[in-house]
């Protein structure tokens, strides 16, 4: 079909009197490479007759296929929205229907129509996200990659590299918004970080960690159904850019997050994501070496939505031509600085329970490094993965033994070192009462030729008490008389920074932040 004859399928689908509708408008939603029309209680999507190099849909026959493929790859994930792909067919007295007798003109996939304010982009520009969609948004991530088939070869395991190769093509029709030198620079750092880590990521396919992934999952394709995050628009026209690692899919999101004023919903993304992982993987850590990956990763996600809004920039005119180019840029300047040396270090929070270890290192984690913060490792949840239960699931004294402990704390050394020898900070939080559970994680830092910090919080009785026992939904397990037990220790001479954790979290977090240097 010719362009003209793209643009007659479009006005035509512009019109109400296509939809069967009277006097209900048809909202357009159009991007670089597609259009969506809203009528009704449906969405018709198309496919533009374009070509940009890294996507071809310059043809019906191509056109076709993508939204065929489309359909076939987020049925599962979002099955009460995918309905099916239709063709749009001229009959012989000219007029254009969904469907029919006719010679075939254009395709498209069909839709239910969900409200624009239930896609997260959308919920994110009203505030934080609350932590019970930011845990359901991770674990909806999870599953979606527990299910993806497998792509375990050097081709998925080469993905990142491809991208940047692409890049500086991609960048060089636009050079009016982007300088060379900068393209040229960016190019060159990620090819040493992804040389650097070539071994790592061929050894995460062969072991089943990439798979044919969303490829597209930023806050913008995912909406909320019944109250739980839907994952949808999965990448559909070049299936090398979508058998990737699962952690390059999940930097999409994360970098997103951040963009978006979301960093402390991606840290808890983050780190939600790796314990469901772990959990369904009999407990066993999976992506604690490759973590330093993100960074790369997440410049590449921030690379690709400059090029695409540059793209989607030249085909406009004026004002919203202009916003489009602002957004290059913007994307750009963060792909830049995700590529910046990270700060990596091992910080412990030890302290009787209730003492606020857990609150204060959930909000030291998103600000350890960008796009998401560090691991957050808390041995209350490394203790029910190990036993195999979901985080606020009440366990036994079996899982309170000395013998059990000591599995515990040989874990969160172990992931934490794991972590910053692959060059991601790291925060763990757990009692650390006695001096050999302290000095291991010191001494466990030390190996990685990371930087430790440690901080003790400290509280009256009182203080621990109450707080101990107004949790509700919590991973902890302690109570009123594990805090009696607890203030029995000898905890010994502690030698890390000691906090008074008695007042409002708020002094704690910047008494903290001061002591770490970050505020």
């Keep these: 079909m010719s362009e003209d004859g793209q643009r007659q399928v479009m006005k035509a689908l512009s019109s109400p009197a296509f939809h069967g509708l009277k006097d209900d408008a048809v ?43 489309e359909w076939e790859l987020n049925r599962e994930n979002a099955p009460d929205i995918y309905r099916g ?22 395709w498209c996939v069909l839709m239910r129509r969900f409200a624009a304010g239930d896609v997260l982009d959308k919920v994110a520009e009203k505030g934080p996200f609350t932590r019970e969609l930011t845990l359901a948004l991770a674990d909806a991530v999870a599953a979606a990659h527990a299910l993806a088939p497998l792509a375990s070869d050097e081709h998925a395991a080469l993905a990142p590299d ?22 040229a620079a960016l190019d060159a750092s990620l090819k040493a970080v992804l040389a650097d880590t070539l071994g790592l990521r061929l050894e995460r396919a062969m072991g089943g960690e990439t798979r044919r992934c969303h490829g597209d999952l930023h806050l ?31 930097a999409f999101l994360l970098m997103d997050l951040e963009a978006r004023n979301q ?21 066993e850590p999976r992506h604690d070496a490759a973590l330093g990956c993100l960074f790369p990763f997440a410049a590449l996600r921030a690379g690709i939505r400059a090029l695409v809004a540059a793209d989607r920039s030249a085909q406009l005119e004026g004002e919203r031509a202009m916003a489009k180019a602002r957004q290059t840029c913007a994307f750009f300047d963060r792909a830049e600085a995700l590529m910046a040396p990270v700060r990596v270090r091992l910080i412990a929070i030890g302290g009787l329970s209730g003492s606020g270890k857990s609150t204060i290192a959930a909000r030291l984690a998103p600000g350890l490094a960008r796009p998401a913060g560090g ?30 402990g000591a599995a515990v704390y040989q874990r969160l050394c172990r992931r934490a070192g794991t972590a910053v020898a692959g060059g991601f900070p790291v925060i763990v939080d757990a009692v650390f009462a006695r001096p ?84």
């Design 85 to 106: 792909v239709r063709p749009v067919v001229r009959d012989t007295s000219g007029r254009l229907h969904l469907g029919g007798e006719g010679e075939v003109v254009e």
């Design 27 to 69: 909202k357009v939603i159009e991007t670089h490479a597609g259009m969506v029309f809203l009528a009704g209680h449906r969405a018709l999507k198309i496919k533009k007759a374009v070509d940009l190099g890294y996507l071809d849909f310059s043809t019906l026959e191509k056109r076709e296929a993508a939204c065929r493929r």
């Design 263 to 283: 960093r402390a919903a991606g840290n808890l993304v983050l780190n939600r994501y790796l314990t469901t992982s772990a959990l369904k993987a009999e407990g």
């Design 375 to 404: 691991l957050h490792l808390r041995s209350d949840i490394e203790r029910k993965t190990l036993a195999g239960v979901e985080e606020t699931e009440k366990l036994d004294q079996r899982h309170y033994t000395a013998q059990a």
């Design 436 to 519: 050999e559970e302290r000095h291991a994680i010191e001494q466990g830092a030390r190996q990685a030729g990371a930087a430790f910090q440690g901080l003790w919080l400290d509280a009256p009785a009182g203080v621990l008490e109450q707080r101990v026992s107004e949790r509700l939904s919590d991973a902890s397990d302690a109570d009123r008389r594990v805090v009696e037990m607890q203030l029995g220790y000898d905890t010994g001479d502690i030698t890390w920074k000691r906090l008074d954790a008695s007042g409002p979290v708020e002094h704690l977090s910047e008494a903290a932040r001061a002591v770490l240097g970050e505020g």
């Design 162 to 183: 491809r991208v940047v190769e692409q890049f500086a093509q991609g960048f060089a029709r636009h050079a009016g918004l982007i300088v060379p030198e900068r393209t």
């Design 220 to 250: 913008a394709n995912i909406v909320l159904s019944g109250r739980r995050p839907r994952l949808f628009d999965a990448l559909e026209f070049d299936e090398s850019l979508a058998r990737i690692d699962v952690l390059y899919d999940l």
